[in-house]
């Protein structure tokens, strides 16, 4: 009898401290949203990346960045600002304070005016709990 009764209060202790856990380290998504209107932190030339090809003439833009140090996306409804941290060829990797951002640019595609060119490639934005979301982008950069 006294067996039993430790085995259910094992049983009941390993419950409680899982979902203690699941408590503690909630599963948060990540939902990259489009937005606008370029923020009035871009100054110059800028790039814009969308979700669809057939939008780039239209609003509903995924990320802006200002061909420099700074990008913005609408995630989880608020705008977040990302800092340029470091690049290696095509590949860029930017942060703030809850997330990062990884930029790799797949295709890039020059137009005749020499000052405005379409790019394609992949978003992951990763939290710091390791949640990620991948998209696909296609966009158009200029100066």
Known sequence: MNTLKLSIIICF???????????????SS???????????GIDGGYCVFFKYPSKMRNKGHIMVNDLATTAYMMINH???????????????????????????????????????????????????????QKLAFYGNCSW
């Open 13 to 27: 202790s390993i419950l409680y401290s899982l979902t203690s856990l699941a408590e503690v380290n909630p599963k």
């Open 30 to 40: 990540i939902e990259i949203e489009s937005f606008d209107s370029i923020p009035s």
């Open 78 to 132: 608020r705008i977040e600002e990302f800092t340029l941290v470091t690049n290696r060829k095509n590949v860029f990797w930017y942060k703030n304070k809850k997330f990062t951002l990884k930029v790799t640019v797949s295709h890039t595609q020059n137009k005749s005016d020499g000052e405005f060119y379409n790019v394609k490639g992949l978003l992951i934005v990763e939290d710091y709990n390791k949640n990620q």
